[in-house]
């Protein structure tokens, strides 16, 4: 039957087909390929003009050259204790002033923030926060989730949730720490359907927030430990490696209970090649954020990754440490006491930083003191050695 011959209903009479999709538009044959009319369509078709003359809207950028971008994907990754959650607060309060420095990079808007949190109990949050210098307004910049009682970006209670408070608070940054909290497991297929959902929820939102994935690093292999290596360290598929548009791995410089010092090294950075390969040493400060540490030596920060000695190594003894040390009489930076070491043993750099190591589990601990919050070195006293 035509077009012409098809039956229209009269005004007022019954039409079973009113509420089809098709209804009143053009016939489409069953044989017909191609897709049906969709108002809302999946994606926009850029002409090379648009390409060519795009300029990102001004505020774009909240942390450095494309570190930290709206609608781009951030990611955070090390240890346990490597103090991100002290990281994620600082980046609120930078964003909430508007200024300051960020794991290296400057902060160059201010933003509003939500951290999903999944980790920290409002105890914990509270000590964290009230030690920070925040502006008078910060409520109006930093929020902050309870641990939810949804754990899945799939469910639509936490996805509705989710959206409309990024809607009515005017999120900038949405900090999701960690991802593995909301995937079954680490595997590519969980991984993707976590992105699925997630660029569900933020589909059509202008602008669309930043994203910063918080995630854990896994037990480090020998070859993990420099540069490029630490990609490695990444738990779980490279899924995460891939999506992410900037990564920046956070790590103690040592493994001893006492350090108070982490690496931010700056493994990727897609839109902005200059800023790949950046690394600042900082310490936890008494007001719960990251002071950058000036003159800090990476050596040491090598041989505290290092994971051990070669057995090929000679073994460095107990004489070597006193001769470096003056017998107990002096004090030495670790930097210093290392280059020393590596002479008087004939060792290598990591050996002899692992057995300067004053922490548990080091070799020579029961000698060995740290003055605290410093890299200094000495000898115990004698009358203390073995405690």
């Not at 538009?25 to 191609?34: E, Q, V």
């Not at 050259?65 to 103090?83: F, N, Q």
Request: charge should be neutral; hydrophobic fraction near 40%; glycine fraction near 10%.
């Amino acid at each position: 039957m035509s077009a012409a011959d098809e039956y229209l209903p009269r005004p007022g009479e019954f039409d079973p087909l009113a509420d089809e999709p098709n209804a009143g538009g053009p016939a489409i044959s069953p044989t017909d390929k191609r897709p049906a009319s969709n108002p809302a369509d999946v994606m926009r078709i850029l002409t090379l003009g648009e390409v060519l003359t795009y300029e990102p809207p001004p505020g774009s950028f909240l942390v450095g050259d494309g570190v930290v971008e709206l609608g781009g994907d951030a990611l955070l990754y090390g240890p346990p204790g490597s103090y991100k959650g002290f990281a994620v607060g600082e980046l609120m309060a930078r964003g909430a002033w508007g200024h300051g420095n960020w794991l290296g990079f400057p902060v160059q808007t201010q933003f509003a923030s939500l951290w999903l949190n999944f980790e920290n109990r409002r105890r914990r949050l509270k000590t964290q926060f009230s030690k920070m210098h925040l502006p008078p307004d910060a409520e109006k910049f930093i929020f902050v989730t309870d641990i939810p009682s949804v754990w899945s970006l799939e469910d639509a209670r936490l996805a509705k949730q989710l959206r409309q408070t990024i809607e009515a608070r005017n999120i900038k940054l949405l900090i999701i720490d960690t991802v593995s909290s909301l995937t079954e497991d680490e595997m590519a297929k969980h991984f993707a359907a976590f992105f699925v959902s997630l660029n569900e929820i933020l589909s059509g939102l202008e602008p669309r927030p930043a994203v910063l994935l918080v995630h854990h690093s896994r037990k480090p292999k020998e070859g993990d430990k420099g540069a490029r290596a630490l990609l490695n360290l990444i738990s779980g598929h490279q899924t995460l490696q891939r999506r992410a548009r900037s990564i920046c791995y956070l790590g103690r410089v040592t493994d001893e209970f006492e350090e108070r010092r982490v690496a931010a090294v700056w493994l990727k950075v897609s839109d902005s090649g200059e800023s790949e390969g950046r690394k600042t040493a900082l310490q936890l400060g008494d007001g719960g954020t990251l002071v950058e540490i000036p003159g800090f030596d990476w050596n040491e920060w090598q041989g505290g990754m290092s994971g051990g000695s070669s057995q090929r190594e000679p073994r460095i003894r107990e004489e070597h440490l006193r001769e470096v040390f003056g017998n107990g009489l002096g004090a030495m930076r670790q930097a210093d006491a290392a280059a020393a070491l590596m002479e008087v043993a004939g060792v290598k750099r990591t050996a002899a930083y692992e057995a300067l190591k004053t922490g548990e589990g080091g070799r020579f601990a029961h000698l060995l003191v740290r003055q605290p919050g410093t890299a200094v070195i000495s000898l115990r006293p004698a009358n203390s050695a073995g405690m």
